[in-house]
RNA sequence: GACCCCAUCGUCUAGUCAGGUCUAGGACACCAGGUUUUCAUCCUGGGAACAGGGGUUCAAAUCCCCUUGGGGUCGCCA
């Protein structure tokens, strides 16, 4: 087999469907691809794989360019996206490179490696079901390939549909080696003649990636091991052509927690689970504000199948329609759960790939010169959120105060821009600051801190046992502690997180002996509504003293109703 | 079902290719203590694995075979 010479320069590929936002596992592949070029001074590309005309192709679709961006995946080549992509190898979309496959097919028939088929799709969906039904393994009965040429000439002049098929040779050995799997063998047996060329005159994915690659020097293949077995398919096509055989290099699948393949379609599959459960039959209406419908013929489409799926706002309308979690498997649900795309690339670096000696953390620049196939590991990686989270919390404690305000401003000016217009700078620098030390993610602030973006008047009391514990119970009661700390503080002329600290442990000191606990869990339920919040003097100085004063006071005027259990 | 691939703590993994330094290392999770104004952190300690069976060898987590288990693929999807 034709090696690479060392001289040749390194080019990967990363070439997803074009199906909305990049998954977990795509990412890593990509990320492996990448990393493998870069550390080579290679060329990293990206092209679109769209030959199912099938396939909506809304501008949705290509969402995984800007998390690929996201991530900090440069392209060399590809499509052209905010300084990504161009080059002059392209198209880089391959329903757009239709005319260079031509001649590609015109040679195989020629030569006859390859021939035309003339069943069509239901006719081998129902050999495929009987095939099932009696337990046996279909094959392709090579029905077409009998034909006498007449037959064909004449199928042909009557305007049949047809499509052509990779003649597979009887009885060899088919081999290729792995850079992390070894030698992969099987016999020729196994491989039906497989299409390459479907009825609507588009080349399958494994003409096209063949031809693609080879077009395009590709060096490197770096892909899912649920591709070993194209592989061969491949393989073929290349000798046929003549081509170069590049290097290969198939990756373990990332699964999910019950070890199933984490798949682009899990949403879909949890979301049509929960159709059933449900039972409903139609397309619901969806509220009012969202612009959002599935129409009767999409949802008749969707359910149908196992591979469909759903455009995203549909997914995320549907799935809040029924009141379910669809599982994470998007590298933008981390993003916008508050992930650092940094803290992404490390994990999913780890991820069947480790650089030993201990080291597991570690930033692109080292993956970039780190990283070797005869690392990866061959079984399938678990993804694992905790672990994920633990990276993110450490990533997070590592950066300065400035840092993780300037992201979290960010964050929150991307996904919930409300903290920006309702705090100005300084007190959103304070939340930042004051929330620094207890997030896992930048999601963890939002989330704790709705209270601060709520006016005064809307603050709603947790009615539970620990709170009315808190306001109720103790000698002074927390509520007696309010009514005296409402003067203390109104009195308070240096309202900082220092001038509260000193004012209210001294207070705490004289009428808590000491216990400082006693009247801050008060004082947080009052201006909060609940237990939990960040530490209680940087929280007063974020809400500043009228804010502070107000919401004592609606707590106080609630007491009769705090002091009763629900 | 057929074929391909894989197999170290619950999870990600180091160690396997060049057998001895492995009473198997790290991380996450877990458990027990401790610090802390809440939550979250943080600190200390602990339990936790070579799937099973046969070989080969002075010696096997490491090499070979079988069994079992897991994953992937069997599309005019990619």
Redesign the pocket.
């Known amino acids: 087999m034709p090696e690479n010479a060392p001289s040749t320069r390194v080019r990967t590929r990363f070439?997803?469907?074009p199906s909305g936002h990049l998954h977990v596992g795509g990412a890593r592949t990509a990320l492996f691809c990448w990393a493998y070029a870069k550390g080579r001074g290679g060329d990293f590309i990206l092209r679109?794989?769209?030959?199912?005309?099938?396939?909506s192709s809304d501008a949705s679709s290509m969402a995984f360019l800007e998390d690929l961006k996201w991530l900090g995946l440069q392209w060399d080549e590809g499509p052209e996206f905010n300084g990504s992509g161009g080059g002059d190898r392209g198209p880089y979309y391959?329903s757009k490179r239709l005319d260079t496959y031509k001649p590609y097919f015109q040679k195989l028939l020629d030569s006859g490696a390859a021939y035309m088929?003339?069943?069509?799709?239901?006719?081998?969906?129902a050999a495929?079901a009987t095939a099932r039904a009696e337990?046996?393994?279909?094959?392709?009965d090579r029905a077409s390939l009998k034909l006498d040429p007449a037959t064909v000439e004449q199928y042909i002049r009557e305007g049949r549909?047809?499509?052509v098929r990779f003649k597979v040779p009887d009885d060899t050995q088919l081999t290729f080696r792995?850079e992390v799997?070894?030698?992969?063998?099987?016999?020729s047996g196994?491989v039906?003649d497989?299409?390459i060329?479907?009825?609507?005159g588009?080349?399958?994915?494994?003409f096209?990636?063949v031809v693609d690659d080879e077009l395009m020097g590709i060096t490197h293949v770096i892909r899912?091991?649920?591709?070993?077995?194209?592989t061969f398919k491949h393989n073929l096509i290349q000798e046929a052509l003549g081509f170069n055989r590049p290097t290969y290099a198939?990756i373990?699948?990332v699964?999910n927690?019950?070890?199933?393949?984490m798949?682009k379609r899990d949403k879909d599959k949890a979301l049509r689970a929960a159709v059933r459960e449900a039972k409903l039959d139609n397309a619901p209406e969806f509220q009012p504000g969202t612009d959002v419908t599935i129409r009767e013929e999409e949802w008749a489409w969707w359910m149908e199948?196992k591979?469909r799926q759903l455009n995203m706002e549909a997914v995320k309308a549907l799935a809040e329609y029924l009141g379910v979690e669809v599982p994470e498997i998007d590298i933008d649900d981390f993003r916008r759960a508050g992930y650092l795309p940094e803290v992404m690339v490390n994990y999913l670096a780890?991820?069947?790939?480790?650089p030993?000696?201990?080291i597991?953390k570690f930033d692109r620049d080292f993956l970039i010169q780190r990283f070797s196939l005869?690392?990866?590991?061959?079984?399938?990686?678990?993804?694992?959120r905790?672990?994920?989270?633990?990276?993110n919390?450490?990533a997070i404690?590592a950066m300065s105060v400035e840092q993780f305000t300037d992201r979290l401003r960010e964050h929150c000016r991307q996904f919930h821009p409300e903290f920006l217009e309702k705090l100005d700078d300084d007190a959103f620098s304070m939340l930042a600051a004051a929330n620094h030390?207890?997030?896992?993610t930048l999601e963890?602030p939002v989330r704790?801190c709705r209270f601060f973006v709520v006016p005064d008047d809307h603050i709603v009391y947790e009615h539970s046992k620990?709170v009315r514990k808190h306001l109720t119970g103790g000698e002074p009661s927390g509520f007696e502690h309010l009514e005296a700390l409402a003067e203390t503080l109104a009195e308070l002329s240096r309202w900082t997180a220092e001038g509260l600290?000193h004012a209210i442990s001294e207070y705490a000191n004289v009428h808590a002996s000491g216990?400082?606990?006693k009247v801050?869990?008060p004082?947080?339920i009052a201006v909060s509504g609940g237990?939990?919040?960040?530490?209680?003097?940087?929280?007063l100085a974020i809400l500043g003293k009228q804010s502070t004063l107000n919401r004592i006071n609606l707590c106080l005027a609630k007491r009769e109703e705090l002091s009763t259990p629900a």
Do not use: C
């Open positions: 070439a997803p469907s679109i794989e769209d030959t199912d005309q099938k396939r391959q088929a003339f069943e069509t799709a239901e006719e081998l969906d495929r337990k046996r393994a279909y094959r392709y549909p047809y499509v792995d799997l070894g030698e992969v063998a099987v016999s196994e039906d497989f299409v060329r479907k009825a609507d588009y080349p399958t994915y494994h096209a990636v899912a091991q649920e591709h070993t077995n194209n198939h373990s699948v699964t927690p019950d070890g199933s393949k798949s199948s591979d780890l991820l069947g790939w480790s030993g000696e201990n597991e005869d690392r990866i590991v061959k079984s399938p990686a678990k993804f694992d905790d672990k994920l989270l633990a990276f919390l450490d404690q030390e207890r997030s896992k963890d704790t620990p600290e216990k400082l606990g801050a869990q004082l947080r237990t939990v919040s960040p530490p209680i003097f940087d929280t």
